[in-house]
C-alpha cells in the first residue's frame, strides 16, 4: 500500500466520523433549538398578556386566543406557585395521526396586588421515522460523495506534496557507487524534504568517497602481494631443487602449498575487485553446453584420480547472455566444488536444460548452516582444502546477470541448482 493510499484512507475515515458525528449533533442540535426556540415564544407570549393586563385588568385575552393562553387570577392566600413552570408531554393527535410535543409553559406574575397564573401552550410536530429516513438517506448520499470526492482529493494532492519524496526514491534506486553522477534531487518549498535531500547527498557523496578510497586500497594491495608471493615462490622452488634431507623438502613443500593458497586467494579477491566494475552490456550469446562440455573434459584425468563417476545430462544448444570468461569461472568453481568436497569413489551428476545448470555430487554434510556457504571464507567442512571463495564469487557473477543460485544437502547429495534468467 503506497503512502499516496493510506493518506487517502486516513482522510477518508476521519471525514466518515466527522460526517456522521456532525449529523447526529446537528439532528439533536435542531431538535433542541426548536423546542428552545418555542419555550421562549410562550414565555414572551406570557410577558405580553401580563402587561397587558398590568395596563388594563379588564383585558380579556381568552376570546382572541382561548387555543393558546388561559389567564387564572389564584386565591390571595394561595402559596402553591413557582417563578416559572414548563412542561413537555407527546400526545397522539388524531387529527393529522401523528406524535406531537405539547409543550406549556405557566408563569405566576404579581399585577396589581394579584397573583395570576398565565399558561400558553404549544403544539410541535415530531419528526416521524419515514422523514427521517429520507432526511438519512440525502445525507448518506452527500456522505458518499464527499467521501469519494476526499479519496480523489487527498490521493491527488498527496501525490503532488509527495512528488519530492517519490523522486528522491527513484534517485535512490538509481544510485551506484561506481557512479559519478550526483543524484539530481528535485527542489522542494517543503522543510522536510529539503532536510531529506540535505542528507542524502551528503550521504552518497560520503558513499561514494569512502567505497573509492577502499576500492583502491585493496587493488593496491592485492597487486603489490602478487611480487612478493611470485619472489618467495620461486626461491622455495630454487631451494626445493638443491640437497636437502627430508624434514626440510617437506618444510618447502608445506610452505609452497600455503603461497600457492595464499596467491589464489589474491587473485580471487582481485577478481572480486573488478567484478565491481563489470558492465553486463559488455557479453555475448554463448553455447554455454559446449563450454560445459569443455571444462568436464578437462577435468577427466582429475575425476580418474579420484576414482569419481560422471553422470552427464546436458541439453545441446543451449544458449546464454554472458560474458565467457566469467562462465567459465562459474563452471570451474562449481566443478572444483564438486570434487574437492567428494567422498572415495564419489558420484558427480550434472545436468543442463534451457531454465537450470544443477550439478549434485557425493560428500559429507556441511559443518555450517548452508545459506552460510556463499558468504566469503565460509567452508562447507573445514578440513577440506579450500579457501571458502569460491562460491562467494560465483554468486557475485550471478548476481551481475540477475540469476539466483541456490545450494541444499539431501539425501547425502551436495545439490548446486542455477535458474537462468529468461
Known sequence: MNLSFRFARAFTVLVF?????????????????????????????????????????????????????????????????????????????????????????????????????????????????????????????????LIILTIIVSILVSKKILE????????????????????????????????????????????????????????????????????????????????????????????????DRLSSINQSLILLAKLEHFEKNDSQLINFSELLQERLLYFEDIFEIQNLTVTKDIQEEVYLNFDQNLATIVINNLINNSKRHNIENGKISVTLTENYLQISNTGNPPTVPTEELFQRFRRGNPNQNSIGIGLALVKKILEIYDTEIFYQFENNLHITRINFVK
Open 164 to 259: 519530492p519524496f517519490y523522486h528522491a526514491i527513484d534517485e535512490i534506486k538509481k544510485f551506484s557507487l561506481r557512479d559519478n553522477r550526483s543524484m539530481d534531487l528535485m527542489k522542494t518549498e517543503t522543510e522536510e524534504f529539503q532536510s531529506l535531500n540535505r542528507f542524502l547527498l551528503k550521504m552518497t557523496e560520503s558513499s561514494k568517497k569512502d567505497y573509492h578510497l577502499l576500492e583502491e586500497l585493496s587493488e593496491n594491495t592485492s597487486h603489490e602481494l602478487q611480487t612478493p608471493l611470485a619472489s618467495i615462490k620461486g626461491k622455495i622452488e630454487l631451494l626445493m631443487d638443491s640437497e636437502l634431507s627430508e624434514n626440510q623438502l617437506i618444510t618447502l613443500s608445506s610452505m609452497n602449498d600455503e603461497l
Open 17 to 145: 466520523f466527522v460526517l456522521i458525528t456532525g449529523f447526529a449533533i446537528l439532528y439533536f442540535a435542531f431538535e433542541r433549538a426548536t423546542m428552545r426556540s418555542a419555550i421562549l415564544k410562550l414565555e414572551d407570549l406570557n410577558s405580553y398578556v401580563a402587561r397587558r393586563l398590568e395596563s388594563d385588568p379588564s383585558y380579556d385575552y381568552l376570546k382572541f386566543h382561548h387555543r393558546q393562553i388561559q389567564v387564572k387570577i389564584l386565591p390571595a392566600d394561595s402559596k402553591n406557585f413557582k417563578e416559572k413552570i414548563i412542561e413537555e408531554k407527546y400526545i397522539w393527535n388524531k387529527s393529522i395521526q401523528s406524535h406531537m410535543n405539547r409543550i406549556t409553559v405557566t408563569t405566576y406574575p404579581l399585577i396589581k396586588q394579584k397573583r395570576y397564573a398565565i399558561t400558553s401552550v404549544r403544539y410541535i410536530t415530531i419528526i416521524e421515522n419515514n422523514f427521517l429516513m429520507s432526511i438519512i438517506m440525502v445525507i448518506a448520499w452527500i456522505m458518499v460523495f
